[in-house]
């Protein structure tokens, strides 16, 4: 680990204006991705903003009946909040599903949507990785790429966006509300929040230097089934080769969001209206798919894990 200096600030502006000053400074709350991350000296901040005593561990209603998750709300706590489980169970099941209980703990609500691929080329430094050193190349393509992605991914990066949560934030149509240095507020919809790759892998969201994550707002609650079905190699402590977020009605009409096989939580405005039948819903979601040989697979999941969720929704099984 290289050496950083440490700062530590009591509200969100202060965080904003002190990672403006200093090039290279990220914040901090958990850590259970960036610690792991500077260990490997993948992310060598030169300086770090501890945000724990910003004031934004509180959930609360919103006037239109939604709810406003602060930005460090633990993943525990929200998985565990009354109205989430009741109104918005997919976010509730989607935590649950990911990582391990001790994580869970310490992980953050703004922490959780900035985690980055777990991609494993990433995770070698001695491998050529685009999103770790831009123009290094991909040793990805050509290499090990089963967990890999299969739509949104471009010729520089074909990582995908690992997280449970996000998935869950898209098919409720969550915003993001944030703070940048100079103390204005801004609020990002959750489907412009996570960026493709493109030619800039190593630019992930749509946040702006030193701009810092302050609350996700849910929206009023929607009717009907909530279900999120995660499909991995093992049982507990894996990240999704494809996952699904549902909202539905007994029909099966309604509205689904993927993970596992894009840069960001795949969501398609015409897999919705394809809806209640899986196989055109799924071939709507991947569309445009360039898979490797390794995750073709992946294609014929996503229609099989979405025909399972939809299933549940009508009934046919427990």
């Excluded at 507990?236 to 840069?263: C, K, M, N, Q, T």
Aim: aromatic share 6%.
């Amino acid at each position: 680990m290289k050496p950083f200096t440490f700062e530590r600030v009591s509200s969100p502006a202060q965080a904003a204006a002190a990672a403006a000053k200093s090039r290279g400074a990220r914040f901090i709350a958990g850590g259970t991705n960036l610690l792991d991350l500077m260990k490997l000296e993948i992310e060598a901040p030169t300086h770090l903003i501890d945000v724990t005593q910003t004031g934004l561990g509180e959930i609360s209603a919103t006037g239109d009946g939604g709810l406003r998750i602060g930005a460090l709300v633990t993943n525990t706590a929200l998985a565990a909040h009354e109205r989430v489980k009741r109104d918005y169970g997919v976010l509730s099941r989607a935590i649950v599903a990911g990582a391990s209980g001790q994580l869970r703990n310490k992980a953050t609500t703004g922490g959780n949507l900035l985690q980055r691929t777990r991609c494993p080329y990433f995770y070698d430094t001695n491998m050529a990785c685009n999103k770790r050193v831009p123009e290094s190349g991909c040793s990805a393509r050509g290499g090990v790429s089963r967990q890999l992605g299969i739509v949104g991914v471009s010729e520089a990066c074909i990582a995908t966006y690992p997280g449970d949560m996000a998935v869950a934030l898209r098919v409720l149509d969550a915003v993001v509300e944030t703070v940048r240095p100079d103390g204005s507020a801004r609020t990002i919809p959750i489907a412009e929040f996570h960026r493709l790759w493109g030619d800039t892998p190593h630019i992930e969201t749509a946040l702006e230097p030193g701009e810092m994550i302050t609350a996700v707002v849910l929206p009023a609650p929607l009717g009907g089934t909530h279900l999120y079905h995660k499909v991995r190699d093992r049982r507990s402590y894996a990240f999704a080769l494809v996952s699904v977020a549902a909202v539905l009605d007994a029909e099966g009409r309604g509205r689904v969001a993927v993970g596992g096989i894009a840069p960001r939580p795949w969501r398609v405005e015409a897999a919705d209206a394809a809806l209640p039948d899986a196989a055109a819903a799924a071939r709507a979601l991947t569309q445009g798919a360039s898979p490797t040989d390794q995750n073709a697979f992946k294609i014929a999941l996503v229609e099989r894990t979405l025909a399972g969720v939809l299933a549940k929704a009508r009934g046919e099984f427990a």
